[in-house]
């Protein structure tokens, strides 16, 4: 029963591009990768990540929807890691546009994390499924990633306010 469950959402999230982990489980999710996030993540000069302070420790450092955009984006990479098709290249687009964004280090920081938790829950999905992917499913995923929301990241990302 589980696999049919997984391979339904496989197929309908194929053909909307991601989106499968519900609003509810993100929201705790989010948390929990902003909790991990500070002293843990690294800038671009190898330093860990702190907060400026108290408000910025229990903030998110991007907007909600950025988060949800960047959650769906990451679920697509989940499914390219499962499947075996090139991931990095996807990911690497979201963090360049990011700070083509005018996202700061620290929000690309955690954009990266955001992204990663995505990914490690699809990819977690699909392989303790027992699923293999084949060609058809291949053919699926680099559709996903060719639709991917990243290429619209510029356009759709909200800075905090």
Not at 70 to 99: M, N, P, Q
Not at 107 to 128: K, L, N, R
């Amino acid at each position: 029963m589980r696999k049919i469950l997984i391979s339904l959402l496989f197929v309908s999230t194929a053909a909307i591009g991601s989106g499968i982990t519900p609003d509810s489980h993100r929201e705790k999710l989010f948390d929990i990768a902003l909790s991990k996030f500070w002293g843990n993540a690294v800038g671009r000069d190898g330093l860990p990540i702190e907060p400026e302070n108290e408000v910025d420790r229990v903030t998110l450092p991007i907007s909600k929807e950025t988060a949800h955009l960047v959650f769906d984006i990451g679920e697509i990479s989940g499914y390219a890691r499962w499947c075996g098709v090139d991931w990095k290249a996807h990911f690497l687009k979201l963090t360049s546009s990011a700070r083509s964004s005018g996202f700061s280090e620290k929000q690309v920081a955690f954009i990266g994390v955001v992204h990663g938790v995505a990914q490690g829950v699809v990819e977690y999905a699909m392989t303790s499924s027992g699923m293999t992917c084949n060609d058809e499913q291949r053919q699926k995923v680099e559709k996903m990633i060719e639709n991917s929301p990243v290429e619209a990241f510029p356009r759709l990302a909200k800075l905090p306010r």
